[in-house]
């Protein structure tokens, strides 16, 4: 396997990867009664509210303390102040998540000291939980966001208190409202009580209501945050994440709830490693219609394995989508020939190795890479499948290989917040899309245009 960690090229051409701070709006989304703002300008909240809009179709507020040119050379403590009560007063929250911006970063503000002294000046006032988090977007990506993001909130409200209670901790990481739907189907037929963080299944995939709602509903209760610091155990989804980010990690420092953490569940080996932990907690076996889920998915790639051995194939996005789909390539016999992220954790390599061992030698993986650098690296090794997010369709139509699309953003198409990746059911989709694909791809390339195959 070839790592390649290092860019002598000094500018980003098209970033594979998005800022902090959306990542951060995004865990807040999935808080119930929560409100995203932003410390920053106003631009940073419309870049965000663009990229959710035109992917979960849903509509999205998100706050700023709208800086302007004094903000940034005086400071904004003023405009954070000010659009505090304007939010609470319009939107009733029951908690903030604030997070810094590049700009705020950059001046040096001290958001703990200022939100202290809000508090203060607020004194006899009803106040929401307002909880901070540090996402400056010119270190870090979206995803490293959303873990710091779930990880203040959970240090800021869980409780320790011994492991009293019978409920899991379910830390999805960022995968799309589907999978949360799935996943927590799941749990529940093992009959676990259980608390994820976040929730967005329904505040961004939410049915059509009568009346507009300015906070729209479902997400994680504050009451189950707090309670998670006494629960039984906690399982995380992210093989690549920093423990200083962790929030699985924190609960096991600070409260003693054990963490087990596993790879995104796609595909059998790692859906199995997840329904394993599952039987461990619960006492149960799997139950019986996701052993026949699993049974028609062992008989799906024995119908497709003639349309997808030896294809090769380039996988991008964020890091633990990244190790899922290529451990999900390499059981269904197509080459994850290159593995791209924009993310610099120094974990990807490491994890495609450990999920690809008989691979190794075939996958060149880029680090820190940005599209030009992608494109480049997959014009050489002539894939016939690029998987990713919409970002890549450029590099994929100048390249004239098919992308089935994956992930976050996926703003060119309908359906993003439903597509289901994960389990025995989303491999299934999986792979159905994936062999339609090339399928698809040789029959209108093919003289004759055959219409059985």
């Known amino acids: ?63 700023s303390s709208s800086f302007d040119e004094q903000s940034a050379i005086f400071g904004g403590g003023d405009n954070l102040h000010r659009g505090l009560r304007n939010v609470i007063e319009k939107y009733k929250p029951q908690m903030i998540g604030v997070a810094t911006t590049c700009l705020t970063e950059t001046i040096g503000e001290d958001m703990p000291m200022l939100i202290r002294q809000f508090v203060k000046e607020s004194q006899g006032d009803a106040l929401p939980a307002i909880i901070p988090v540090s996402t400056p977007s ?10 710091a993001a779930v990880r203040a909130v959970v240090e800021s409200l869980a409780e320790p208190g011994g492991r009293a209670g019978k409920a899991i901790n379910i830390l999805p990481g960022m995968v799309s409202p589907a999978d949360q739907r799935h996943i927590k189907e799941i749990i529940e037929d093992f009959e676990l009580p259980y608390v994820m963080l976040p929730d967005y299944s329904e505040t961004l995939d939410a049915p059509t209501v009568a009346e507009y709602e300015k906070i729209a509903s479902g997400g994680t209760t504050l009451n189950s945050i707090r309670g998670m610091g006494q629960a039984r155990a906690t399982i995380s989804f992210g093989s690549t994440i920093a423990s200083e980010l962790s929030a699985g990690c924190l609960l096991q420092q600070r409260c003693d709830v054990p963490e087990y953490r596993l790879g995104l569940p796609i595909g059998i080996k790692q859906t199995d490693a997840f329904f394993d932990v599952l039987g461990e907690l619960s006492g149960q076996v799997i139950p019986q219609k996701y052993f026949f889920e699993r049974g028609r998915l062992i008989d799906a790639y024995v119908d497709g394995h003639k349309y997808v051995f030896g294809k090769r194939a380039v996988v991008y996005g964020q890091e633990d989508m990244v190790v899922g789909i290529a451990a999900f390539l390499a059981e269904i ?23 690809t061992p008989e691979l190794t030698q075939e996958i060149t993986v880029l680090e820190g890479a940005d599209f030009l650098d992608i494109e480049q690296a997959a014009a050489n090794l002539q894939p016939d499948l690029i998987i990713g997010n919409s970002k890549g369709y450029t590099f994929s139509r100048k390249l004239g290989v098919p992308l089935v699309r994956v992930g976050f953003p996926i703003h060119d198409r309908i359906g993003g917040p439903r597509l289901l990746h994960l389990g025995y059911r989303g491999a299934g989709q999986l792979f159905d899309r994936i062999v339609n694909t090339l399928i698809e791809a040789k029959q209108s390339s093919s003289p004759v245009g055959y219409t059985y195959i």
Do not use: W
Not at 17 to 31: E, M, Q, S, V
Not at 138 to 147: I, K, L, P, R, S
């Open 333 to 355: 016999g197509i080459i994850p020939v290159l593995c791209a992220s924009g993310a610099e954790s120094g974990r990807l390599n490491e994890n495609i190795r450990r999920v």
């Open 138 to 147: 010119y270190q870090g990506t979206h995803v490293e966001g959303f873990h």
């Open 1 to 63: 396997m070839k790592a390649v960690h290092e860019n002598t090229f000094t500018a980003c051409r098209n970033a594979c990867k998005l800022c902090t701070p959306l990542g951060a709006c995004l865990t807040f989304r999935g808080i119930e009664a929560t409100l995203p703002f932003l410390h920053g300008s106003q631009g940073c909240a419309t870049y965000i509210r663009r990229y959710f809009i035109s992917h979960f179709r849903e509509p999205v507020d998100i706050a």
